[in-house]
């Protein structure tokens, strides 16, 4: 389901650093997954996704993990540098329909 | 390419006076359309979403309502704002099919 009613966790890190993003999902049809990236006052960039048939999956400096069993979805965002301090979410599509549905988000700080 | 329009960027608005926010998207044809309410902190909440002309599904009820006359223009109104109808709201499309949804720069809504 949506955590829309919960305030952001945050995460702070050094420059430079790994940054390990989590989020728990509800639903156990749910079969594609996105990690979007959202800076203050603009709408979500798509940022990579996921199927339900794959475990791992690589972009530039990101990773998305998926472990259906317990439910969970990890973005990995290696030598993390300032411009990527904004909230990060991730949203579930229900393998019946169109729908996307986000998680509470994390604000990421990036600390020079 | 695709691109997504959002406007107004920002309104202030009385309660009990009407509402419409509208969305348009170009260089796709038949896209799924959403409409996502993003209170200040929070995450992204979906509150109504369209597979065709005319055809809208509402996920919360609530005191808006979205219209689609054509295929790719989305509509979101109110008759009356109340003061909760306040934040920051998202419109998207998609082509489904384990594909990502794209995000129009928001509207931030005022409701005073």
């Known amino acids: 389901g949506e955590s829309v009613g919960l305030h952001l966790p945050t995460l702070s890190v050094q420059e430079g650093d790994n940054s390990i993003i989590n989020c728990a999902y509800s639903?156990?049809?749910?079969?594609?997954f996105i990690w979007y990236k959202q800076e203050s006052g603009k709408g979500p960039q798509f940022i990579i996704d996921?199927?339900?048939?794959?475990d791992k999956r690589q972009g530039q400096r990101v990773t998305v993990l998926l472990n259906k069993t317990v439910k969970h979805l990890s973005l990995q965002i290696a030598a993390t540098q300032p411009g990527d301090s904004a909230v990060y979410f991730c949203?579930?599509?229900?393998?019946?329909?169109?729908?996307?549905?986000f998680g509470t988000g994390t604000s990421l700080t990036v600390i020079p | 390419s695709q691109t997504i329009h959002q406007w107004p960027a920002t309104l202030v608005q009385p309660v009990g006076s009407p509402l419409s926010l509208e969305c348009t998207v170009e260089?796709?044809?038949?896209?799924?359309l959403y409409w996502y309410r993003q209170a200040a902190g929070r995450g992204l909440q979906l509150l109504f979403y369209?597979?065709?002309?005319?055809?809208i599904s509402s996920e919360v009820p609530q005191n808006l309502s979205a219209s689609r006359p054509q295929d790719r223009q989305f509509i979101l109104s109110s008759k009356k704002l109340l003061l909760s109808d306040s934040g920051f709201y998202l419109c998207?499309?998609?082509?489904?099919?384990?594909?990502?949804?794209?995000f129009g720069q928001g509207t931030r809504l005022t409701v005073v």
């Open positions: 639903n156990s049809a749910s079969d594609y």
């Open positions: 949203a579930e599509n229900f393998a019946t329909g169109n729908q996307f549905y």
């Open positions: 260089g796709t044809s038949n896209p799924n």
């Open positions: 998207a499309w998609g082509k489904g099919g384990h594909t990502e949804a794209f």
């Open positions: 996921i199927r339900s048939n794959m």
């Open positions: 369209s597979v065709g002309i005319g055809q």
